[in-house]
Nanobody
Framework: QVQLVESGGGLVQAGDSLRLSCVASGRTFRSYSMGWFRQAPGKEREFVAAISWSDGSTRATDSVKGRFTISRDNAKNTVYLQMNSLKPEDTAVYYC?????????????????WGQGTQVTVSS
């Protein structure tokens, strides 16, 4: 069992930055690839970014490339999402997720453990 707790969301203006954090507890954090997803009202949950546990390789959805950066600190059991140049369309609840293994999946059902989510609201 892995417990995930996100933090760092808030209300910001377009162009601002936020850093989300996700602290994991329970089983060995190092064995899990980590992902960030988001869900806007009335929309399906969508992939944002993921990072492997072994070599730190990453992937991100096209709409956030060049603006968002995912990273992890295995010593702190924490994964981060640095979000720069935020846009109103980035407004959503952001979720941290974990999956056992090193393949970076973009499909939500591929992830076994989920956090409760943190709200990010970007005003224009």
């Amino acid at each position: 069992q892995v417990q995930l707790v996100e933090s760092g969301g808030g209300l910001v203006q377009a162009g601002d930055s936020l850093r989300l954090s996700c602290v994991a507890s329970g089983r060995t954090f190092r064995s899990y690839s980590m992902g960030w997803f988001r869900q806007a009202p009335g929309k399906e949950r969508e992939f944002v970014a993921a990072i492997s546990w072994s070599d730190g390789s990453t992937r991100a959805t096209d709409s956030v490339k060049g603006r968002f950066t995912i990273s992890r600190d295995n010593a702190k059991n924490t994964v981060y999402l640095q979000m720069n140049s935020l846009k109103p369309e980035d407004t959503a609840v952001y979720y941290c997720a974990a999956r056992l293994g090193d393949i970076l999946r973009i499909s939500p059902p591929s992830y076994l453990y989920w956090g409760q989510g943190t709200q990010v609201t970007v005003s224009s």
